[in-house]
């Protein structure tokens, strides 16, 4: 699976933005599609994922409330609404996919197989 992620910016404290996922040659609908990021000088953290089974989705502590995870099986993208941004929600965002993830390891980069280009999220205060 060959994932493109896009929707990335520059904004300010507050604002919002919706990133995408697109997958290339496949669906995600035997999938779990995650989002991580990862800001200068900090490891990779989890941000997102849904699980097409079940439809089932997980968010990180620190976005919950704020960030929605949701995804069109049909156009084979999944969409990352970012709401009330702040400033430690810069970094550069990833997209992954995962197969046969299971629940304990929503949030570890290493249950994905297939990971996008990410996309440069910025937030000025």
């Known amino acids: 699976v060959q994932l493109q992620a896009s929707g990335g910016g520059l904004v300010q404290a507050g604002d919002s933005l919706r990133l995408s996922c697109v997958a290339s040659?496949?669906?995600?609908?035997?999938?779990?599609v995650g989002w991580f990021r990862q800001a200068p000088g900090k490891e990779r953290e989890f941000v997102a994922a849904?699980?097409?089974?079940?439809?089932?989705?997980f968010y990180a502590d620190s976005v919950k409330g704020r960030f929605t995870i949701s995804g069109d099986n049909a156009k084979s993208t999944v969409y990352l609404q970012m709401n009330s941004l702040k400033p430690e929600d810069t970094a550069v965002y990833y997209c992954?996919?995962?197969?046969?993830?299971?629940?304990?390891?929503?949030?570890?980069?290493?249950?994905?197989?297939?990971w996008g280009q990410g996309t440069q999220v910025t937030v000025s205060s």
């Open positions: 040659g496949r669906s995600f609908s035997a999938y779990t």
């Open positions: 849904i699980r097409w089974s079940g439809n089932r989705k």
């Open positions: 992954a996919v995962g197969a046969g993830v299971i629940i304990s390891s929503i949030g570890s980069n290493f249950a994905y197989n297939s």
